[in-house]
């Protein structure tokens, strides 16, 4: 069974950086590319970051390009992003994902982070 | 960046009803489309891929289909576990964009 398991999430205060890690199990991690969506409050679906199988590239949208970083240990199975310089807008669930040539086939339980003083 | 437009926002039908949401993409996507599932409290779950392939798993009441940008996705025979916010999404280019969500509540 494929399971994705965040961690990490809290409130932090504008500015400062949270790191949320999700572990990965049931499939081979190495094989596939993986993402992380994010969903505000009562709001909908947004990309936030992809890495690649080998973590050779990645990619994000202009909304974090520069604060955040995606990372992976394939060695632990274990996916990582890096949140600097945070924002009241980035305050939102955070959802690992598998993602199989940009479709997401499986989703963590996510991570709440609340970005507040 | 692509922009899609879904509708409508917020639906209401009866049990055994026939359902259907629509996708608007801002450009050709080339039938890279996928619908998701997302049930109150729970994380989305993949439904449909590639505009009409459907996950392992799915009832086979669900199913999507395209005529040009405009992706559909239809609910047969609703049933009440049928009951929560519906998105789209585009993996034909970065960034990856969703709609905005459907709700779809039962009477």
């Known amino acids: 069974e494929v399971q994705l398991v965040e961690s990490g999430g809290g409130l932090v205060q504008p500015g400062r950086s949270l790191k949320l890690s999700c572990v990965a199990s049931?499939?081979?991690?190495?094989?596939?590319?993986m993402t992380w969506i994010r969903q505000a409050p009562g709001k909908g679906l947004e990309w936030v970051a992809s890495?690649?199988?080998?973590?050779?590239?990645?990619y994000y949208p202009d909304s974090v390009q520069g604060r955040f970083t995606i990372s992976r240990d394939n060695a632990k199975s274990t996916l990582y992003l890096q949140m600097n310089s945070l924002r009241s807008e980035d305050t939102a669930t955070y959802y690992c994902?598998?993602?199989?040539?940009?479709?997401?086939?499986?989703w963590g339980q996510g991570a709440s982070v609340t970005v507040s003083s | 960046d692509i922009q899609m437009t879904q509708s409508p926002a917020s639906l209401s039908a009866s049990l055994g009803e026939t359902v259907s949401i629509e996708c608007l993409a801002s450009?050709?996507?080339?039938?890279?489309l996928a619908w998701y599932q997302q049930k109150p409290g729970k994380s989305p779950q993949l439904l449909i891929y590639?505009?009409?392939s459907l996950q392992d798993g799915v009832p086979s009441r669900f199913s999507g289909s395209e005529s040009g940008t405009q992706y559909s996705l239809e609910i047969n025979s609703l049933q009440p576990e049928d009951e929560g916010d519906y998105f789209c999404q585009q993996s034909y280019k970065f960034p990856w964009t969703f709609g905005g969500g459907t709700k779809l509540e039962l009477k």
């Open positions: 994902t598998r993602d199989h040539g940009g479709v997401m086939d499986a």
């Open positions: 590639y505009a009409s």
């Open positions: 890495i690649t199988n080998t973590g050779g590239s990645t």
């Open positions: 450009e050709d996507i080339y039938s890279n």
């Open positions: 049931g499939f081979t991690f190495n094989n596939y590319w």
